[in-house]
């Protein structure tokens, strides 16, 4: 069911991450957003460590929004930790940023990006474009499925 699984958002900036949730709730998406506000602290989520010691890195968010400008760890290279690990690198992970620059767009698709979304300016695009996403990963799109112990 949708509403079990968590939209893991990685944003620094206030204003996105409100618009972000906002967005995502006029999608009708009705599950917990984790909000995490720099790469740091996004990998110490992903790995159980830090902050997030003792949090079970089996337990996957449905869906990753991660902005590239991030403080202390950036975004890309927070995707490539997350790609290097058995345990994270098939979790899904769209690109949600206000770069257009054309080699971030490859650098993402390289180190493995699920989808790379440029913020609209215009709010009501920003609303419509994040409501989209949502409802794509987490009501439309099928998962890998999670693999079992032996």
Do not use: C
Not at 42 to 67: I, N, Q, S
Not at 91 to 103: C, G, H, K
Not at 119 to 142: C, H, M
């Amino acid at each position: 069911m949708a509403h079990e699984k968590v939209i893991l958002l990685i944003e620094d900036e206030p204003r996105d991450e409100a618009l972000t949730i906002r967005a995502l709730h006029k999608g009708k998406l009705t599950n917990e957003i984790v909000v995490l506000h720099d790469g740091a602290e996004a990998l110490e989520y992903f790995f159980g460590t830090g902050a997030y010691a003792g949090r079970d890195p089996e337990d996957l968010p449905a869906v990753v929004l991660l902005d590239l400008k991030l403080p202390k760890v950036d975004g890309l290279e927070v995707l490539r930790r997350v790609r290097a690990d058995d345990r994270t690198k098939l979790t899904p992970i769209v690109i949600l940023t206000s770069s257009d620059e054309e080699r971030d767009r490859i650098r993402s698709y390289e180190l493995g990006a699920n989808s790379y979304v440029r913020k609209p300016v215009v709010f009501t695009e920003f609303v419509e474009a994040v409501s989209q996403v949502g409802v794509y990963w987490l009501l439309i799109n099928r998962p890998p499925p999670i693999p079992q112990e032996g």
